[in-house]
């Protein structure tokens, strides 16, 4: 199994500004993922962090409005740009398991923009 | 493209009730299939997995049995404890096309009364 550390666990901020989030995994892994889950909702996949290139995103996601870095197989950030009262949601670090077996999750950040 | 279509909730049940949360889905490939549970304030669990056909998975009580013939995978507890209380999702992941990305229902809330 694999131990994910979010950081921040919550915030609030104001609209117009950004929020970056760190995903820190205990063990090497190719496979991050980013996720998103809106209040009452269920998760969608925002974009898959890859390790010396640039992140995928699924439609709907960009990379101005979701930047993503992926320094090393261990870390990974997501960064909220120019937040609005829409992007208040929990965002989730996932990892993956080759062959996709299993995927572990991090505690999530609770984001409210007011 | 491949999803996953689970009951609606909330399902409100008395404590040693029996469960069934109804679970579909729809890919081109050969998915793994999981539900997931998030207890109220926490992150997303793994609560049992099945990876072919005929797999049955199970945990804590918990069963699903992997239905090809059906395309389901219905979660199933024979007798539900208050604790059990939860929002349960439903998930694929489809690893023909390598990404191993998960695929969530809409998720179904769980609430079991003393």
């Known amino acids: 199994s694999a131990v994910i550390s979010q950081k921040p666990s919550r915030d609030i901020c104001q609209r117009g500004t950004s929020l970056t989030i760190q995903c820190q995994v205990d063990?090497?892994?190719?496979?991050m993922f980013w996720y998103r889950q809106q209040p009452g909702q269920s998760l969608t996949l925002i974009a898959t962090a890859n390790q010396g290139s640039e992140a995928t995103y699924e439609s709907g996601f960009v990379i101005d409005k979701f930047p993503i870095s992926r320094p090393n197989l261990t870390f990974s950030t997501l960064t909220v740009s120019n937040m609005s009262p829409e992007d208040s949601s929990i965002y989730l670090c996932?990892?993956?398991?080759?062959?996709?077996?299993?995927?572990?999750f991090g505690q999530g950040t609770r984001l409210t923009v007011v | 493209g491949d999803s996953v279509t689970q009951m609606e909730g909330p399902v409100t049940l008395s404590e040693e009730a029996f469960l069934t949360i109804n679970c579909t889905y729809t890919?081109?490939?050969?998915?793994?299939l999981f539900w997931y549970v998030q207890y109220p304030g926490e992150g997303l669990q793994l609560l049992l997995k099945a990876t072919k056909a005929d797999d049955k998975g199970s945990n804590k009580g918990f069963e699903a049995t992997y239905r090809k013939e059906t395309t389901s995978f219905h979660l199933e507890k024979g007798s539900v404890q208050v604790s059990d209380s939860a929002v349960y999702f439903c998930?694929?992941?489809?690893?023909?096309?390598?990404?191993?990305?998960?695929?969530f229902g809409s998720g179904t809330r769980l609430l079991v009364r003393p």
């Open positions: 063990s090497q892994v190719t496979m």
């Open positions: 998930a694929l992941s489809d690893r023909s096309d390598s990404s191993y990305k998960l695929i």
């Open positions: 996932s990892v993956g398991s080759p062959g996709g077996a299993e995927a572990f």
């Open positions: 890919a081109t490939g050969y998915p793994s």
